[in-house]
T-cell receptor, first 117, second 117 residues
């Protein structure tokens, strides 16, 4: 079945440091890939997405590139801020309609990021 | 404002006392689902619904029931809660089934933190 593996946390960085959170996946076909963010006490928000190989998703200074050859979708940000402290989830869903399973999101276990001033 | 709402946000109950967590979306989405989030396990799907009166099991359905009598609402029912159902629950919805291709990003509610003693 489909699966997502992301780096174990927690990750602690100083403000303005470079961030990378690794994410790799296993899936049949060509899934869509997502990064969701969960701020303390809140629900999940879509951060960025990519639907096909070599697509780059970006939002709020975060970027991730869909790498089919390495089945990866690593999240990066050049300069993190204290306000980026949150839990980040990598997820996938199937792209082509193939029944109910197409809509199910498969999540990684989450990576907690703490940014200190 | 497009949103998914859940109630209650916090609930403490005792073993065996039936409870219902409500979920409502205002985006006219056909697909709705319930996830539970547990430390170290990420999010796992409990049940989903493709449309009114169409529901099916996700990965961890034991101990839960759902119903979908109206398009906008998708309540989660715990007939006889047990302590192992203590968790953070999220409702999610996604857009039209008439689209053949994705991405099927999902929109999440704010979460319901349930404690069963």
């Amino acid at each position: 079945g489909d699966s997502v593996t992301q780096m174990e946390g927690p990750v602690t960085l100083s403000e303005e440091a470079f961030l990378t959170i690794n994410c790799t996946y296993t899936a049949t076909g060509y899934p869509s890939l997502f990064w969701y963010v969960q701020y303390p006490g809140e629900g999940l928000q879509l951060l960025l997405k990519a639907t096909k190989a070599d697509d780059k998703g970006s939002n709020k200074g975060f970027e991730a590139t869909y790498r089919k050859e390495t089945t990866s979708f690593h999240l990066e940000k050049g300069s993190v801020q204290v306000s980026d402290s949150a839990v980040y989830f990598c997820a996938l869903s199937r792209t082509a309609y193939s029944g109910a399973g197409s809509y199910q999101l498969t999540f990684g276990k989450g990576t907690k990021l703490s940014v200190i001033p | 404002e497009a949103q998914v709402t859940q109630n209650p946000r916090y609930l403490i109950t005792v073993t065996g006392k039936k409870l219902t967590v409500t979920c409502s979306q205002n985006m006219n989405h056909e697909y709705m689902s319930w996830y539970r989030q547990d430390p170290g396990l990420g999010l796992r799907q409990i049940y989903y619904s493709m449309n009114v009166e169409v529901t099916d099991k996700g990965d961890v359905p034991e101990g839960y029931k759902v119903s979908r009598k109206e398009k906008r609402n998708f309540p989660l029912i715990l007939e006889s809660p047990s302590p192992n159902q203590t968790s953070l629950y999220f409702c999610a919805s996604t857009s039209s089934l008439t689209r053949v291709s994705g991405p099927y990003e999902q929109y999440f509610g704010p979460g319901t933190r349930l404690t069963v003693t």
